[in-house]
C-alpha cells in the first residue's frame, strides 16, 4: 500500500491458472469471479495513513532484567544506537550467573568451561552514556503501548517516569527448589547439596563435604534432579548437563586424584557442545552412567548412590563423599505465588470467557504491572511450563503484548551461550517494533500494514468482546465499559472485528462489510445450470499459502471453489454466513491454522474462535431451513497442501448429495 493508493491482488495464477484445465468453461468462471471479488474489495477500500499517536512516540528500549540476557540485550541496543533504561531488583547487576566460577562454553573449540563474562558485562553497561541503569529497582506500572509505553519505576523510596518503545524482558529464572527432592536425600543427609553450592565451593577453590568439612575426593553427580519429572518440571532444564560436565572439570582441576561420577537419563550437549562432552569422556577421572537413580543412603560417612543402569540393565551403586543434585530451572514468571507474596501483592488470577468457554488464564509474577485490562503480565504458555508465551514455530521472540520481548531464560530453559544470541534477536525484535511502529505500520506477522481498527462507538452496547477476546490486549475500557483502542499494541488481525455483534469495528482495506460484498461479487448459477458455487474462506497465514502451494505443484481441485481470503479466522463474522447462503452459495469452507498448545494459529487463538463461533450458527441454518453439512470448518497447514484436493472434493461430493441451495435466483 502507499499514500493514495489502493491495490489487492485477483490471484489467477497459483489458484486458477495452475491447478485448473486451459480452455474451460469452469476455468474460466473461476477467472472471472476472483477479479470480481477482488475489485468488490478494492471498491470499497479508503487510502492508508499510518497511526499517529498524539503523543511523542519515543523509541528507547527497557530492558527488565540485569543477568547476562539482560546485559546483552541492553549492550546490543546502545551498539546499535539505541537508548535504554536497564531496570534490575537487585541493588547488583549480574543475575544468576555472577556468582558462578566460569560458564559453561560460547565459543568454539567448545571444550571446556570459560570465564564469567558478567563482570566485564556489568563494566560496559555501567559505562555506557546510552544505557540508564536502575538497581533496587522494581517497575510499578506500564502504561499505554508500543513507542508510547510509559513506565514508573520505584527505587530507594522514590518513583521516576520514563517513556519507553518497547521492552525486552529478561527476568530469567530461578533454580528449581531442592527443598522439594527430598527422594534424592536433600535435606536428609548433609552431604546432599545442589548445583549452586557445589558452585559456591568451587569459587573458593575447595571441594568439601558440609558434614564435617573434610577434602570430598568423590563426588557424584545426579541430572536430571527434578527435571524431565511429572512430579516436578516436566521438561528439561536444558543447561543442566552442561553445568554438571563444567562441575565436575572443577574437580578434576582442583584435585587431579578427585573422581566424578555423573548419573544421567540422557545427556543434552547438543550441536557443538558434543565437544565439550567427548573431552570429559576422555577424562580417566570422570565416569559416565546412563541409568535412573533408585536410592541415596549413608553408610560408613560417604553416601552410597544406586541406580539402575539402563543400558545393560543392570544395578550400579557408587560411594561417593559428595551428592551435588543437578536441580533444573524455573521460569521467574511461573513464581507468581512466592514473588507476589514478597511484594505484598495479591496474585494477579485473570479469568475471562467466551459464552462458557474458557479464554485466558494469567498466573504470572510481578514484571512490568501492565496497565492491560487482561492482567498485568504477559501470558503464559497454556500448559504447566509457566514460561511467557511464545509463537515458537513461526516468530519465536514474540509475546502476546506488542512491542514486549522476553529473551533468555524467563522465556525458555536454555544455557549461556543461547541465552546470549536469545538476548541479541529479543533486542533487534525491539528496534524493529519502534521502528516499524513509529511510521505508523504494525509488527509481524502482518509487518508493515499500515491499516487499524475503528470504532463506530455509537452503536457500542458495552458487551465486552473485543476486549476479551483480542488476543494481544489492545482494548482497555472506560467506567462505563466502552473499549478504549491502544492501536499501537493492535496486530491488525481483526479478531476484534469478528467478535462485535453490532459490527462497529472495521479497517479501511478491511470490513465485515467489505467482506461481505466480496461475496456477493460471485456470479451464483442458477440450480439448472448444475455449477454449485463454494466459498473458501482462508486465513492468509497458512491456508492461503496452502492453496498457493497446490497451485504450484500443479494439484487440481473442484473447479466450484472461490477463494476469499481473511486475516484470521478470527476475524469471520457471522453475518457472512448469513450473506453467503442467502446468495444461493452451497457451501462455505473456513480453512485456517491448525489450534492448539503448539500455537500454529498466528494469531493465537484465530481458528479456536472461529470454531466457537461456527458452532452457533446452527440457528441461522435452522432459520434458512438449510443443512449444517453446507458449513465446514479445517484446521490446515501450510505443509498439508497435498491434502487439500482431498479436502475440497470431498466436501463438494458431499454438497452435490445434499442438493443445490434453494435460495438460487433469489
Known amino acids: 500500500?502507499?499514500?493514495?493508493?489502493?491495490?489487492?491482488?485477483?490471484?489467477?495464477?497459483?489458484?486458477?491458472?495452475?491447478?485448473?484445465?486451459?480452455?474451460?468453461?469452469?476455468?474460466?468462471?473461476?477467472?472471472?469471479?476472483?477479479?470480481?471479488?477482488?475489485?468488490?474489495?478494492?471498491?470499497?477500500?479508503?487510502?492508508?495513513?499510518?497511526?499517529?499517536?498524539?503523543?511523542?512516540?519515543?523509541?528507547?528500549?527497557?530492558?527488565?532484567?540485569?543477568?547476562?540476557?539482560?546485559?546483552?540485550?541492553?549492550?546490543?541496543?546502545?551498539?546499535?544506537?539505541?537508548?535504554?533504561?536497564?531496570?534490575?531488583?537487585?541493588?547488583?547487576?549480574?543475575?544468576?550467573?555472577?556468582?558462578?566460577?566460569?560458564?559453561?562454553?560460547?565459543?568454539?573449540?567448545?571444550?571446556?568451561?570459560?570465564?564469567?563474562?558478567?563482570?566485564?558485562?556489568?563494566?560496559?553497561?555501567?559505562?555506557?552514556?546510552?544505557?540508564?541503569?536502575?538497581?533496587?529497582?522494581?517497575?510499578?506500572?506500564?502504561?499505554?503501548?508500543?513507542?508510547?509505553?510509559?513506565?514508573?519505576?520505584?527505587q530507594n523510596g522514590s518513583t521516576s517516569e520514563e517513556n519507553i518503545g518497547a521492552i525486552v524482558l529478561a527476568t530469567g529464572a530461578l533454580p528449581y527448589e531442592p527443598e522439594k527432592l527430598g527422594h534424592?536425600?536433600?535435606?536428609?543427609?548433609?552431604?546432599?547439596?545442589?548445583?549452586?553450592?557445589?558452585?559456591?565451593?568451587?569459587?573458593?577453590?575447595?571441594?568439601?563435604?558440609p558434614s564435617d568439612g573434610s577434602q570430598a575426593k568423590s563426588v557424584a553427580f545426579v541430572l536430571c534432579a527434578g527435571s524431565r519429572d511429572p512430579k516436578h518440571l516436566v521438561y528439561c532444564s536444558a543447561s543442566c548437563c552442561l553445568r554438571s560436565l563444567k562441575q565436575a572439570k572443577y574437580?578434576?582441576?582442583?584435585?587431579?586424584?578427585?573422581?566424578?561420577?555423573?548419573?544421567?537419563?540422557?545427556?543434552?550437549?547438543?550441536?557443538?557442545?558434543?565437544?565439550?562432552?567427548?573431552?570429559?569422556?576422555?577424562?580417566?577421572?570422570?565416569?559416565?552412567?546412563?541409568?535412573?537413580?533408585?536410592?541415596?543412603?549413608?553408610?560408613?560417612?560417604?553416601?552410597?548412590?544406586?541406580?539402575?543402569?539402563?543400558?545393560?540393565?543392570?544395578?550400579?551403586?557408587?560411594?561417593?563423599?559428595?551428592?551435588?543434585?543437578?536441580?533444573?530451572?524455573?521460569?521467574?514468571?511461573?513464581?507468581?505465588?512466592?514473588?507476589?507474596?514478597?511484594?505484598?501483592?495479591?496474585?494477579?488470577?485473570?479469568?475471562?470467557?467466551?459464552?462458557?468457554?474458557?479464554?485466558d488464564q494469567i498466573i504470572a509474577a510481578s514484571m512490568l504491572n501492565l496497565d492491560y485490562r487482561q492482567g498485568p503480565e504477559v501470558p503464559l504458555l497454556p500448559n504447566d511450563m509457566g514460561m511467557p508465551d511464545s509463537h515458537y514455530i513461526c516468530f519465536p521472540y514474540e509475546s502476546r503484548r506488542s512491542g514486549i520481548y522476553p529473551a533468555g531464560t524467563v522465556r525458555a530453559p536454555m544455557e549461556p551461550a543461547r541465552a546470549i544470541v536469545d538476548a541479541t534477536g529479543a533486542a533487534l525484535k525491539a528496534i524493529q517494533a519502534v521502528e516499524v511502529i513509529s511510521r505508523g505500520e504494525t509488527v509481524h506477522p502482518r509487518a508493515g500494514d499500515e491499516s487499524y481498527p475503528d470504532l463506530f462507538m455509537q452503536r457500542c452496547t458495552q458487551c465486552k468482546r473485543c476486549t476479551v477476546e483480542c488476543p494481544f490486549g489492545t482494548f482497555n475500557e472506560d467506567e462505563k465499559a466502552n473499549p478504549i483502542p491502544f492501536i499501537t499494541r493492535c496486530r491488525r488481525c481483526g479478531v476484534c472485528m469478528g467478535a462485535c455483534p453490532e459490527r462497529i469495528i472495521s479497517f479501511k482495506n478491511y470490513s465485515v462489510g467489505m467482506v461481505g460484498n466480496m461475496i456477493k461479487g460471485i456470479n451464483v448459477p442458477d440450480e439448472y445450470d448444475e455449477k454449485p458455487r463454494i466459498i473458501i474462506m482462508a486465513c492468509e497465514n497458512d491456508a492461503y499459502p496452502a492453496l498457493d502451494m497446490a497451485g504450484i505443484n500443479r494439484l487440481s481441485y473442484n473447479p466450484w471453489?472461490?477463494?476469499?481470503?481473511?486475516?484470521?479466522?478470527?476475524?469471520?463474522?457471522?453475518?457472512?454466513?448469513?450473506?453467503?447462503?442467502?446468495?444461493?452459495?452451497?457451501?462455505?469452507?473456513?480453512?485456517?491454522?491448525?489450534?492448539?498448545?503448539?500455537?500454529?494459529?498466528?494469531?493465537?487463538?484465530?481458528?479456536?474462535?472461529?470454531?466457537?463461533?461456527?458452532?452457533?450458527?446452527?440457528?441461522?441454518?435452522?432459520?434458512?431451513?438449510?443443512?449444517?453439512?453446507?458449513?465446514?470448518?479445517?484446521?490446515?497447514?501450510?505443509?498439508?497442501?497435498?491434502?487439500?484436493?482431498?479436502?475440497?472434493?470431498?466436501?463438494?461430493?458431499?454438497?452435490?448429495?445434499?442438493?443445490?441451495n434453494p435460495y438460487k435466483g433469489f
Open 251 to 359: 574437580l578434576r582441576d582442583l584435585d587431579p586424584d578427585g573422581k566424578a561420577f555423573i548419573f544421567y537419563k540422557d545427556i543434552r550437549t547438543s550441536g557443538l557442545f558434543e565437544n565439550f562432552y567427548r573431552a570429559m569422556q576422555d577424562d580417566p577421572g570422570v565416569f559416565l552412567t546412563k541409568g535412573e537413580i533408585t536410592d541415596i543412603t549413608e553408610e560408613g560417612g560417604s553416601l552410597l548412590v544406586t541406580a539402575e543402569e539402563t543400558l545393560l540393565g543392570e544395578r550400579v551403586a557408587v560411594k561417593a563423599d559428595l551428592v551435588v543434585l543437578a536441580n533444573g530451572m524455573e521460569s521467574v514468571a511461573a513464581k507468581g505465588e512466592e514473588v507476589v507474596e514478597e511484594a505484598d501483592e495479591e496474585e494477579e488470577v485473570i479469568e475471562v470467557e467466551e459464552g462458557s468457554q474458557l479464554i
Open 1 to 154: 500500500y502507499g499514500p493514495k493508493v489502493c491495490m489487492e491482488r485477483a490471484n489467477l495464477r497459483e489458484q486458477v491458472i495452475w491447478c485448473h484445465p486451459p480452455g474451460d468453461e469452469d476455468t474460466q468462471m473461476m477467472a472471472e469471479d476472483q477479479i470480481r471479488i477482488s475489485m468488490a474489495k478494492v471498491n470499497g477500500m479508503e487510502p492508508l495513513e499510518g497511526f499517529q499517536p498524539e503523543e511523542e512516540m519515543s523509541k528507547r528500549i527497557m530492558v527488565v532484567g540485569g543477568g547476562l540476557a539482560g546485559l546483552t540485550a541492553a549492550l546490543e541496543a546502545a551498539k546499535a544506537g539505541y537508548e535504554v533504561v536497564l531496570v534490575e531488583k537487585e541493588n547488583e547487576l549480574g543475575g544468576f550467573l555472577k556468582d558462578a566460577l566460569k560458564i559453561t562454553p560460547t565459543k568454539p573449540p567448545y571444550e571446556g568451561p570459560e570465564d564469567n563474562p558478567i563482570p566485564e558485562l556489568v563494566k560496559e553497561v555501567e559505562s555506557d552514556p546510552l544505557i540508564k541503569v536502575y538497581k533496587g529497582a522494581k517497575v510499578e506500572k506500564t502504561e499505554g503501548g508500543p513507542c508510547v509505553f510509559k513506565a514508573f519505576i520505584s
Open 561 to 660: 471453489m472461490r477463494i476469499i481470503p481473511v486475516r484470521c479466522l478470527g476475524s469471520m463474522n457471522l453475518i457472512w454466513v448469513a450473506d453467503a447462503l442467502s446468495k444461493g452459495i452451497d457451501g462455505i469452507l473456513f480453512l485456517g491454522c491448525k489450534m492448539g498448545e503448539d500455537f500454529q494459529c498466528h494469531y493465537i487463538r484465530g481458528s479456536e474462535l472461529c470454531k466457537i463461533r461456527l458452532a452457533k450458527v446452527q440457528e441461522t441454518l435452522d432459520r434458512l431451513v438449510l443443512e449444517s453439512d453446507r458449513i465446514r470448518y479445517q484446521e490446515i497447514g501450510i505443509m498439508d497442501f497435498e491434502q487439500l484436493p482431498q479436502i475440497i472434493d470431498e466436501f463438494a461430493d458431499r454438497l452435490e448429495e445434499i442438493g443445490a
Open 184 to 209: 534424592l536425600g536433600y535435606g536428609k543427609y548433609p552431604d546432599v547439596i545442589d548445583s549452586a553450592k557445589f558452585e559456591e565451593m568451587a569459587k573458593e577453590g575447595k571441594i568439601v563435604k
